[in-house]
């Protein structure tokens, strides 16, 4: 019996490791695995072609609106509008082509573009999505039948100016999202039924278009949120809120939090700038430091040895050290605002007005760039007031971009260069 469950032992060691392996390119959320938006992959391309690097798919119908990608194995996840709803869509990534899309609310109309703006969330066998007018929907990851649903309004939150952006957390057994409102700001579900697990009834601040991110810290799992009025945390189990410290925003606040060694950093754009606090002993929070140095609207800010790395309104793209408050360098002739995102020790930047791509390193010596490329074609369908603001991601050897309806994918993988 022992002689003979060796070989079986053997190919589930093998198929765990395996497994291992394939899930370390997954993009499985906003800001991937670990919401630092950094991909972990390496061996990729440290100089770009002067063309820029090889598209390798474009997909012309994702729909409308301004949702970012989830990729997990050979599926890449997204949202998009067509004609008077919602959808969730399943993307094969060799091929672009869709593989099923599932209705995921009603249509949020709005002058920037409507559309959803979330990223779904995978999670096993399943996804979790967030509608512009905040329907979150649970549905299966292999065919998009969906498992339950529930909408913000029930739980007593109101649509925000520019729609539900919020990407959902899924931690543990709960999906965690922020309705806003009197009813609670933040509310927690069992990931499985959609049966309300608790809902904060202490903090009622409207929501606002950041999502939560998970921290372990003084003994108990803390989910950390920013509202117009502060940032804080509640206790994972049972909502109850540990802290909050004043972050007074104007008009919107949208990056998502960054924890680190029990320290917070928080950033607006509006004029606002940055914060950071240390949430010590008991959850008694200080504040470290505020500034103006770096005024982050929507293109994100992220954490990468001790830096961080962002755009700056006013003042350009931004190196800051992360404990000290104080910046290193900043750019701004080179590459006007945009997103951000890491991969293999190299910035992927975003430009919001014209699709300009640009590689740099990550580097606190300054600026140094390593190629750029314009995106193209670029869409006939973005509202006037819109711009090209979803998020660059890098998966499975792919750079994945998008103008509303229009899906790209770019080889960026090294061994993309000795193709012929």
């Not at 509310?187 to 409207?206: C, L, M, R, V, Y």
């Amino acid at each position: 019996m022992k002689w003979n469950s060796r070989p079986a032992l053997a190919a589930a060691f093998a198929l765990a490791m395996f497994s291992s392996v394939s899930q370390a390119n997954d993009w499985p959320r906003w800001r991937g695995a670990d919401f630092d938006d950094q991909s972990k992959e390496t061996g990729l391309l440290k100089e770009w072609p002067a063309e820029g690097p090889k598209k390798v798919w474009m997909n012309e119908d994702a729909g409308l609106g301004y949702s970012g990608f989830a990729v997990v194995g050979d599926t890449l996840y997204t949202m998009g509008a067509r004609d008077a709803a919602e959808f969730v869509i399943a993307i094969d990534v060799k091929t672009g082509k869709q593989k099923w899309a599932a209705e995921a609310g009603p249509l949020l109309t709005n002058n920037w573009g409507n559309g959803p703006r979330s990223t779904p969330t995978v999670d096993g066998d399943k996804v979790y999505a967030m509608s512009g007018k905040g329907h979150l929907s649970c549905l299966s990851a292999a065919d998009g039948k969906v498992l339950w649903k529930v909408t913000m309004e029930e739980l007593g939150g109101k649509v925000p100016g520019w729609g539900y952006t919020e990407s959902v957390l899924v931690d543990g057994n709960l999906v965690v999202c922020t309705p806003g409102g009197a009813q609670g700001s933040l509310a927690a579900f069992d990931k499985t039924t959609g049966k309300k697990a608790w809902q904060n009834s202490e903090w009622k601040d409207p929501a606002q278009y950041s999502s939560i991110i998970p921290a372990d810290h003084n003994g108990v799992r803390q989910l950390i949120q920013l509202t117009m009025q502060s940032v804080g945390a509640v206790n994972a189990a049972d909502g109850k809120v540990l802290w909050t410290t004043p972050f007074p925003g104007k008009t919107a606040v949208i990056p998502s939090p960054i924890f680190n060694n029990g320290k917070v950093f928080v950033v607006a754009g509006y004029g606002v700038g940055c914060k950071m606090v240390n949430v010590g002993a008991n959850n008694v929070v200080t504040d470290v430091y505020a500034n103006t140095d770096l005024v982050n609207h929507h293109g994100g800010v992220l954490l990468y040895k001790g830096n961080l790395y962002g755009f700056s309104d006013g003042k350009g793209w931004t190196c800051m050290d992360f404990a000290a408050g104080t910046v290193k360098w900043q750019e701004k002739k080179a590459l006007k605002k945009g997103a951000i995102h890491l991969a293999d020790g190299m910035l992927y930047l975003l430009e919001e007005d014209s699709g300009t791509v640009v590689l740099i390193d990550a580097s606190p010596e300054g600026w140094k760039e390593h190629g750029r490329f314009k995106l193209e074609p670029q869409t006939t369908q973005r509202s006037k007031s819109g711009k090209i603001w979803t998020h660059p991601v890098v998966s499975g050897g792919k750079l994945y971009l998008r103008d509303q309806e229009l899906l790209f994918a770019f080889d960026v993988s090294a061994g993309a260069a000795r193709v012929p």
